[in-house]
């Protein structure tokens, strides 16, 4: 008997990479293959974003593209994963009824246990919120070849670096690299796509609860579903069949779909060797979900409350990973310097409980408001002091921070800690304290240029990436010189920057104050053409400069290859394939507002190599 194949197309952040390398590395432990192509495929999981509507619209044109293939291949599974699974829910399946299963990014790891049981024709399974029980099915990232998991070559499958062609709700990274932020690269998910008007099937079933019995509700319009199909699916649930109470959510049509949700738990990831190398650049999921609920973000009813792994759990499977042949770790996190460990407690006497006051870390209580008024984000830095003592780990690098989560303590560590690398992706969003209190950001724009300032003085060197909107609701053309002149005063390396749009769920959706679509991108306009002449001024100072690059593939032109330096400024340079892994010091020769040119320096033996 063939081995099943699955391939897995990745659209949005980092998180949701991660994802897919724990959802590839389980399915293999099951005995799955890597499929080539969408063809070759009996299981295709789109992984996906869903910060803006047009998101959603992409990953529905995905599935049409699939119908098809789902006709040729009637054996195809086919499952919608991440935010834009968590927020649709059962609409989801009623708008594209080729779709299976519907998984939340905290339900991801039951989808290999789903598809064990699974035939083609069962009604489809949708999984929201938490799962039943505390914790998952951990697994570590496989390498990510040629791209990551999703890389296949087809045309229907972004790889993890995706830049679809920029629209008029954002703009693209602005003269720098594509420093993707924790859940918000809108980048990825910009083309202009209508929604696709997959049509609608027969009424909805849906299956709630968590610990003990699974009660079905079904929808008045559905009185005509079968309870025994739930029971079908799922063997020795207990199925009821009320009628909808009032103001219940109700699904008119779409095909019969059992719905599991679960409980709010622990972020439980606990540490199971993967086969195999890492890749020379690795994530490590350190804390998920929030508990800032921004005017405009729809994430934290998406990902669910902030939740952090042992302090124990993220070191184990650092260790993994660079023991595997991983040189630069990133540690992930909606608001990552918001993370908080059991084992970062206040000892007796002052420090931390176990450590003696290592690191320089003072001993004041952990999670101690800071003067912007956020919760301190000791116990991150005392996490990112343990993680950079890996013996063989070259760069460590974080995203995305919270600027009310920054003591001084983060600042000064990119003084003190040579591993960290010198750069990192910090929101402003506004630089108006009227807009950021609009936003519900908890920071004032003064505020904000002390951590960039404290930042600058532990690391003169540093390079500091951010996300801007304009166009939020009640911003003024004088909110908006503000941001322009702090933008100016920042000196940022690169953006993003972003039209404000409305979004269902969020509070800014009712409130007053509208910008009009034409002055929206007037403004966006003026701060891409502020921002590129910045960023070029920036990178033409580095020219003559002597980076470290860690070359991470090969260039666009032949002969060519192509890496990173530790400000996370992309570097072309003529050289061999054999590279790849190094750490090669690149006098830099020539410079633009997104990328450098440049040339290696001396040979082999100058270079750090992998092993």
Same mark, same amino acid.
């Given at each position: ?199 609608? /099937? !027969?009424? &909805?079933? *849906?299956?709630? =609860?968590?610990? $003990? @019995? ?5 929808? +008045? #319009? %559905? ?30 049509? /779409? !095909?019969? &779909?059992? *719905?599991?949700? =679960?409980?709010? $738990? @622990? ?5 199971? +060797? #993967? %086969? ?336």
């Amino acid at each position: 008997m063939s081995p099943r194949r699955y391939l897995i197309v990745t659209f949005g952040c980092q998180m949701n990479v991660y994802d897919s390398g724990r959802l590839a590395a389980l399915l293999e432990r099951r005995g799955w293959e890597r499929a080539g192509s969408k063809g070759e495929a009996d299981f295709i999981f789109l992984n996906t974003c869903s910060i803006r509507e047009k998101a959603v619209q992409r990953v529905l044109a995905r599935l049409r593209e699939l119908s098809p293939l789902k006709k040729s291949r009637p054996w195809l599974i086919v499952a919608v994963g991440g935010c834009a699974a968590e927020q649709e829910g059962l609409e989801l399946v009623r708008r594209a009824p080729i779709v299976d299963i519907v998984a939340g990014p905290r339900r991801l790891s039951e989808i290999p246990d789903v598809l064990d049981s699974f035939v083609p024709g069962d009604p489809p399974v949708v999984m929201e919120g938490d799962p039943p029980e505390e914790g998952s099915i951990p697994v570590l990232p496989p390498p990510l070849e040629d791209g990551g998991p999703d890389a296949s070559g087809d045309s229907l499958e972004p790889s993890p670096g995706f830049r679809a062609p920029p629209s008029a709700e954002a703009s693209p990274p602005v003269g720098g690299p594509d420093a993707v932020t924790g859940c918000d690269p809108e980048a990825v998910i910009a083309a202009d796509t209508a929604c696709c008007g997959l049509g609608a /099937g !027969p009424a &909805a079933v *849906r299956v709630s =609860g968590s610990g $003990g @019995p699974v009660v079905a509700e079904v929808p +008045e #319009a %559905a009185s005509a579903a079968s309870p025994e199909a739930a029971s079908a699916t799922f063997p020795g649930v207990a199925v009821d069949v009320p009628r909808a109470a009032a103001g219940q959510r109700q699904v008119a049509s /779409g !095909p019969k &779909a059992l *719905r599991r949700r =679960g409980a709010r $738990g @622990p972020l439980i990831l606990p540490l199971v +060797e #993967a %086969a195999g190398p890492a890749p020379l650049s690795a994530f490590i999921t350190v804390m998920e979900g929030c508990d800032n609920f921004c005017a405009y973000c729809v994430v934290p009813g998406l990902r669910g409350p902030e939740r952090s792994r042992p302090m124990a759990d993220v070191l184990a499977e650092a260790r993994s990973v660079v023991s595997r042949g991983a040189r630069e770790l990133t540690l992930l996190g909606q608001n990552v310097n918001s993370y908080r460990s059991s084992a970062g407690v206040r000892a007796a006497g002052g420090g931390f409980a176990g450590d003696g006051g290592a690191g320089g870390i003072s001993g004041d209580i952990i999670g101690s408001p800071d003067e912007n008024g956020g919760g301190g984000g000791l116990d991150f830095v005392r996490l990112l002091v343990e993680t950079a003592g890996i013996p063989g780990l070259w760069r460590l690098r974080f995203t995305t921070s919270h600027p009310k989560d920054f003591p001084p303590e983060l600042a000064a560590l990119f003084g003190t800690l040579p591993e960290l690398s010198p750069h990192i992706h910090l929101p402003l969003q506004s630089g108006s304290d009227h807009v950021l209190g609009l936003m519900g950001r908890r920071y004032t724009a003064e505020g904000y240029m002390r951590i960039l300032k404290g930042i600058r003085e532990a690391r003169p060197d540093a390079a500091v990436t951010t996300d801007v909107i304009v166009g939020f609701p009640g911003e003024t053309e004088a909110d908006f010189r503000e941001t322009l002149r702090i933008l100016e005063e920042a000196s940022f390396d690169s953006i993003f920057s972003f039209k404000y749009s409305d979004r269902s769920g969020t509070r800014a959706l009712a409130m007053p104050g509208k910008i009009p679509e034409g002055v929206k991108a007037g403004r966006l306009t003026e701060v891409i053409g502020l921002q590129r002449g910045i960023s070029l001024r920036i990178n033409r100072q580095l020219e003559g400069s002597v980076q470290e690059v860690l070359v991470s593939g090969r260039g666009r032109e032949p002969g060519q290859i192509s890496g990173r330096t530790g400000t996370f400024k992309i570097v072309n340079f003529p050289g061999s394939a054999d590279l790849i892994g190094a750490l090669v010091p690149v006098r830099i020769t020539g410079s633009g507002p997104v990328s450098l040119r440049g040339e290696q320096i001396g040979g082999l033996a100058s270079s750090r190599l992998v092993g």
